[in-house]
């Protein structure tokens, strides 16, 4: 039996109890043994475009949809209306390159005095099939036609919404230069 001493508050009964135990230092794998990361090569190889063909069309990503008019009408800022050249975000040679040519166009085929409402319909047709058709009247322009690379992008856009927009900021100008 343990000897209790008054002067000391609590009475001992046992040595305090140390265990030391060595752990072998962890070994760092490399790769770890399960993973779940997967690297594939980037060449596309024969195999697997013809797994495309068996695979049912719902399970084959569809192209990215086309970029859609935004809301509001253009220039019309304060009203809830958009900045073509902001919303398109082109560099700046794009955005002047496709305009003067959509201008070119209009300047040939519409009356410029007249604002877009007033302009006849199978003449604006006429310059959204020559923008369409991509090179129009490159041959017989003054100005230096734009590459088939600059109208290419109109073709990322949902319908004519761009040239549409180009046409009515240079029609509403023109006509009211010109009154």
């Not at 201008?103 to 604002?115: G, P």
């Amino acid at each position: 039996m343990p000897k209790v001493c008054s002067h000391w508050r609590y009475a001992r009964h046992f040595v305090p109890l140390t265990m030391h135990c060595n752990f072998p230092p962890e070994r760092a794998m490399s790769p770890p043994p399960i993973t779940q990361h997967k690297v594939f090569q980037r060449e596309v190889n024969s195999i697997a475009v013809a797994q495309l063909d068996l695979l049912p069309s719902s399970l084959i990503p569809s192209l990215p949809a086309k970029i859609p008019k935004p809301p509001g009408k253009v220039s019309r800022l304060k009203r809830g209306g958009y900045n073509l050249q902001e919303t398109l975000g082109w560099s700046p040679l794009e955005y002047e390159e496709v305009r003067s040519f959509v201008i070119h166009l209009a300047r040939e085929h519409l009356s410029v005095k007249k604002t877009w409402k007033s302009q006849l319909s199978q003449n604006l047709k006429l310059v959204f099939q020559e923008v369409n058709a991509g090179i129009g009247l490159c041959f017989e322009m003054i100005l230096t036609c734009p590459g088939q690379e600059t109208l290419s992008i109109l073709n990322d856009y949902d319908g004519d919404w761009v040239v549409s927009d180009v046409l009515r900021v240079f029609l509403k100008n023109s006509s009211t230069c010109t009154s």
